[in-house]
């Protein structure tokens, strides 16, 4: 059977040849240091598994440093690929980087191990590729407490299949390298959108028992109240009573309630759909479950969609009608509402893996809100935009996510 990947480009045809990784690149192993040899500042860098994110090399302020004289290896050079060999998460173990861009002396830590060779942006790219993915799942172990390893001498035995044309090597590194430097762009100008939404969303609002925010829409006056959300809106458990709606919804970050089948790919429901509860377009929800950005949990609201269902366990609520949902749906992403609602928790209690706040105690919280609607509306709107913003990026940047790892798939041979 011929060797040659589903896509090549133009004017390549022969077929690919077997070689060993080790043919490919040099590994060594990191370095081994104690906690007396860490400085707070000068010294040697230490790049450690979290040096790489998603794909790709990054330094930061407060990585861990070592005196100069405990370091008796080798310095990493630009070009160097930087691997994961241990970590208590398995997924973790075998995530790779080429280094870019490396401002200070810097060594790998004594659970990475470092690829140098010529064409190290080829074979990053070609560790992208399923062959790699499979020999890590296979190779390495961990969980339950054990610290997964990936062996140096395994990775270095694997044979790999590679074109013998250098030019073709060349011209596929450099359109992964592309590539790469292209979500790392979108991923920073994604970052960016984030942090001013975050800063909004602190200087629109009233801080630490303020009455009034730091930054204000001009000919609005006077103080912000704070009212419960019992005053300002209802309490909503309408049951799914003759299947009205069979569409499973669940909580996105970004994109608020949405279908389970879009969001998954899977629906995860009981037998009996007229238990559910029964939400309509314009209603919240609270998703008691912490999570990433949401640690007391996330309270979305229902806009794409005209109704779907939800589990019972979700606290559901309509706003009154002089209340904007745009402002309401901002303050729940707001720091003094995460405050207010850890206050409520009960202390280390959880129910079903969920918080564990009762509807009483989750409409007694606070809700700091302008007299004006105008000023809420202005309010809502601005976040509003940029959440749909960051979401459209989003969904970009996953989409070439995927369309890079689909082009590996066709563009190395994966056996």
Known sequence: MAKQPKIRFKGFTEEWKEKGFSELVTIRRGLTYSPESIVSEDGIVVLRSSNISDGQFRTYKDDVRVRNEVVHIPLVEDGDILITAANGSKDLVGKHAVI??????????????????????????????????????????????????????????????IPNDKAERDIIAKYFDSLDSTITSRETELEKLKNIKRSLLEKLFPQDGQAIPAIRFKGFEGKWENRRLKDIATRVTRKNIGLESTLPLCISAQLGLVSQTEYYNNVVVGANLANYFLIKKGEFAYNKSAAGEYPMGAVKCLKSLDKGILSTLYIVFALK???DADYVQAHYETKPWQDDVKKRVAVGARNHGLLNISPEDFFDSLVVIPHNNDEQKKVGQILAKLSQTISLRERQLTLLKHSKQALLEQMFVNE
């Open 100 to 161: 870019h861009n490396l401002q200070e002396p810097s060594v790998p830590g004594g659970f990475m191990l470092l690829a140098s060779g010529k064409e190290t942006t080829f074979v990053n790219a070609l560790m992208g590729s399923s062959w790699y993915s499979h020999f890590i799942g296979l190779s390495t172990c961990g969980g339950g407490g054990s610290i997964g390893n990936l062996n140096k001498s395994d990775l270095e035995s694997q044979i790999v299949y």
């Open 321 to 323: 009608d002089d209340i």
